[in-house]
C-alpha cells in the first residue's frame, strides 16, 4: 500500500509540475523538487527496517563479517552512484552520468577483488 501512496505522490507532482510548465510559471521546478524530497524523507523512514535487517543477516555471518562488509559496500556503491547519475541525466548531463557509472561499476570490481581472489582459491582447491 506505500509503494501506491509514493507512486501517487510522484505522478501527482509530476502532472501538477507539467501544469505550470505549461503556464511558463517559475515554480514547475519547485514542485518537482518538493516531490522529489517527499519522497525522500519517506524513504528514510523506512531505513530502521532495513537496518535490522542488515543486523540480522550479518549475524548469520558472524565467521565472514569481512565478506559481508564488502557486501554491503558495494550494495551502497551501487545506490549513490545510481542516484548521482540519475539526477545527472535529468539535469540534461548525460555524459557526467555515464562517468559516475563507470566510476561506480570500477569501485565495485575494485572492492569485491578479495571475493573474487576467495572463489577463485576455492576452484583452484577443487581442482
Known amino acids: 500500500m506505500n509503494m501506491i501512496k509514493i507512486a501517487c505522490l510522484g505522478l501527482s507532482g509530476v502532472m501538477f509540475g507539467l501544469f505550470l510548465k505549461q503556464i511558463k510559471s517559475p515554480y514547475a521546478e519547485m514542485v518537482s523538487l518538493a516531490t522529489c524530497l517527499l519522497i525522500i524523507f519517506y524513504s528514510l523512514t523506512r531505513l530502521s527496517a532495513v537496518f535490522e535487517l542488515i543486523n540480522t543477516v550479518g549475524d548469520y555471518f558472524s565467521e565472514q563479517k569481512d565478506y559481508f562488509k564488502i557486501l554491503l559496500k558495494i550494495i551502497g556503491i551501487t545506490y549513490v552512484a545510481d542516484f548521482a547519475s540519475n539526477i545527472c541525466k535529468d539535469a540534461g548531463c548525460g555524459a557526467i552520468a555515464g562517468q559516475i557509472e563507470i566510476f561506480g ?13 576467495a572463489l577463485l582459491e576455492t576452484i583452484y582447491g577443487f581442482l
Open 105 to 117: 561499476k570500477i569501485s565495485i570490481l575494485a572492492i569485491s577483488s578479495p571475493i573474487i581472489l
